[in-house]
């Protein structure tokens, strides 16, 4: 399995993430993107459409902030405002 956050400090707001997957991807006030399936704890899996989708943000991201692993993060979940 697959899963998938932001590391939210390496975030410069480019825009990317959600342009490229709109359902994966959403910002903050200040444009900082965080991982909209689980609140950015990366704790659920990506299925395959979303998988397709994933890959194609990771790649793109200019700063490397979005992260990818074969098990799930331990991470705090983020509470957009
Ligand atoms: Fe930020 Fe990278 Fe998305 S810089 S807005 S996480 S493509």
Do not use: W
């Not at 825009?15 to 993107?33: R, S, T, V």
């Not at 790649?59 to 993060?73: E, L, Q, V």
Request: contains cysteine.
């Amino acid at each position: 399995a697959l899963y998938g956050r932001v590391e939210r400090p390496e975030c410069i707001a480019c825009g990317l993430c959600q342009m490229l997957a709109p359902d994966l991807f959403d910002y903050d006030q200040a444009g900082i993107a965080y991982y909209k399936p689980d609140r950015n704890t990366g704790t659920k899996a990506l299925d395959d459409q979303a998988t397709i989708h994933f890959r194609l943000a990771y790649k793109r991201c200019p700063t490397r902030a979005i992260k990818r692993s074969d098990h799930p993060f331990d991470a705090d979940p983020y509470t957009p405002t």
